[in-house]
């Protein structure tokens, strides 16, 4: 992820505002300081989302492991199924009489 990503950008924005809002409206913060503040949060932002899209992205992949894994499981068994019923019917016509008409 990079830093300078929406997501990053928005949860830095989220976190460092009353710093900012300090610095610039209340004027109760130097803005040297506020930027140092918005600097740190925005190295805390990039962690964090950068944290939580690995992680997400091995849920994914272990998510559409399972779905392929279920998908062969399926068409086994309608293989299996299908060689059942042909093995049904070559039986019955193992066992019905040769005078009989088809």
């Given at each position: 992820?990079?830093?300078?990503?929406?997501?990053?950008?928005?949860?830095?924005?989220?976190?460092?505002?009353?710093?900012?809002?300090?610095?610039?409206?209340?004027?109760?913060?130097?803005?040297?300081?506020?930027?140092q503040?918005?600097?740190?949060?925005?190295?805390?932002?990039?962690?964090?989302?950068?944290?939580?899209?690995?992680?997400?992205?091995?849920?994914?992949?272990?998510n559409?492991?399972?779905?392929?894994?279920?998908?062969?499981?399926?068409?086994?068994?309608?293989?299996?199924a299908?060689?059942?019923?042909?093995?049904?019917?070559?039986?019955?016509?193992?066992?019905?009489?040769?005078?009989?008409a088809?």
């Amino acid at each position: 992820m990079m830093p300078w990503s929406l997501p990053v950008v928005a949860c830095t924005l989220l976190m460092g505002w009353p710093a900012l809002w300090a610095a610039q409206v209340d004027g109760t913060l130097s803005p040297d300081v506020a930027y140092q503040r918005l600097l740190l949060c925005l190295l805390a932002a990039w962690a964090g989302c950068a944290l939580v899209a690995n992680l997400s992205r091995g849920a994914v992949a272990a998510n559409e492991a399972a779905i392929r894994a279920a998908e062969k499981a399926i068409a086994d068994a309608e293989a299996e199924a299908e060689a059942a019923r042909e093995a049904a019917r070559l039986e019955e016509e193992m066992q019905r009489p040769a005078d009989a008409a088809p």
